[in-house]
């Protein structure tokens, strides 16, 4: 079944130091996204990726880093510069930008960092 | 600044009643509209799309979109238990690169 995967599911870290989170989806999906979603908020978009080897700062950008090197695969790194890095990350794909096609979102992973 | 509004909640009602929610967006130029609904602690999963103006059923479903109110609903008729969870309004703002912005959601409970 096609569908997008994140790992962990669960990620626990001590401050200071940077974690990768891992995204991969085999929906051909032309456009990935990253949301970090908080405790009773909505959805916040951190980057956004509409073709391999580009991508675009979402509303809350700093202290994350992304790549998209394949069409499958769209890692986040949370670096240390990122001060409340304990949330709910989200990974999600869209088959792109002239399409109309909503987004399919991965089981997600919750980091925790102490 | 792209905005999506929708009251937080908690929305509360009856078994069998109709839920209605409502979302709100600050930009006339937005062209896709999304319901979403989110169980704690799960992802979101996509209940309905609507893109033009009007309505659109699915089963117990019916988005209602009005572009010049830039306004979108979500009606649930004969309401589940089940359908106690989180409801995501999300926008596609069309000058925006296929950006899609989050409401912060409202909480429904299904009372049996």
């Known amino acids: 079944d096609g569908g997008i995967t994140q790992s962990p599911k669960y990620l626990f870290r001590k401050e200071g130091q940077n974690v990768t989170l891992s995204c991969e989806q085999n929906?051909?999906?032309?456009?990935m996204y990253w949301y970090r979603q908080d405790p009773g908020q909505g959805l916040r978009l951190i980057y956004y990726s509409q073709i391999v080897n580009d991508f675009q700062k979402g509303d809350i950008a700093e202290g994350y880093s992304v790549s998209r090197e394949k069409k499958e695969s769209f890692p986040l790194t949370v670096t240390s510069a990122q001060k409340n890095p304990t949330a709910f990350y989200l990974c999600?794909?869209?088959?792109?930008?002239?399409?109309?096609?909503?987004?399919?979102f991965g089981n997600g992973t919750r980091l925790t960092v102490t | 600044q792209k905005e999506v509004e929708q009251n937080s909640g908690p929305l509360s009602v009856p078994e069998g009643a109709i839920a209605s929610l409502n979302c709100t967006y600050s930009d006339r130029g937005s062209q896709s509209f999304f319901w979403y609904r989110q169980y704690s602690g799960k992802s979101p999963e996509l209940i309905m799309f609507i893109y033009s103006n009007g309505d659109k059923e699915d089963g117990r479903f019916t988005a209602q979109l009005n572009k010049a109110s830039q306004y979108v609903s979500l009606l649930i008729r004969d309401s589940q238990p089940s359908d106690s969870a989180t409801y995501l309004c999300?926008?596609?703002?069309?000058?925006?690169?296929?950006?899609?912005?989050f409401g912060t959601g409202t909480s429904l409970t299904v009372i049996p």
């Open positions: 929906l051909n999906h032309d456009a």
């Open positions: 999600a794909s869209s088959q792109g930008v002239f399409n109309n096609s909503p987004l399919h």
């Open positions: 999300a926008v596609n703002f069309i000058d925006t690169g296929n950006q899609f912005y």
